[in-house]
């Protein structure tokens, strides 16, 4: 797995170079230090993975994200970050981030973003607890408006909770690629891009 690193404190990303390259699997490509350079690298090296804080000069993380993502709809953002604000979640959610972790859980950086390439959304604790609050309509949906059955209501609700298509076989008694067709069928029948939408509109129509 390849990654680009960008954070505007030179001190931390290079900590975190170093730590993340202590693991064989792991090879950070390049090094920036604002949201303008993480879209040029992003460019240049067409990484697995761009971990990106979200606080930057020139150009927000999250700016950076929305450019990256509008001419690569196939990259995979996992944002690193002091900032647990609620805005900032709910926009990282939006641009279609992968994933939304706190430096205080530097320690599972590497394991979060194996997991984000391996095709998961990766949200921190603290993160995860906030969801349900910030994405809440009170509203509700039908999902027979949209002619969702009652089995993909199921897998709905197990890739909001984060199950991968291999858990969420194991818990319905299907195969991975019965799943995998499910979860596509649904994101057609909902007009959605990917699974982070899908639990995006989980928990804003629940």
Known sequence: MNLILVDDDAIVSAALKTILETDPEIQVLAVGHNGNEAVSLHKKYKPDIALLDIQMP???GLEAA?????DDADAKILFLTTFSDNEFIVQALHIGAKGYILKQDFASVATALKAVVSGQ???????????????HNAKGIDYKE??????????????????NNKEISKELFLSDGTVQNYVSTILSKLGLRDRTQLAIFYYQNR
Do not use: M, R, Y
């Not at 929305?66 to 509008?70: A, Q, V």
């Not at 949209?146 to 984060?162: C, D, N, R």
């Open 58 to 60: 020139e150009k927000t």
């Open 66 to 70: 929305k450019e990256i993502l509008s």
């Open 121 to 135: 959304n990766v949200f921190g604790a603290d993160i995860v607890s906030k969801l349900p609050t910030l994405l």
């Open 146 to 163: 949209f002619g969702i059955s009652e089995k993909e209501e199921q897998i709905i609700t197990l890739v909001a909770e984060g199950l």
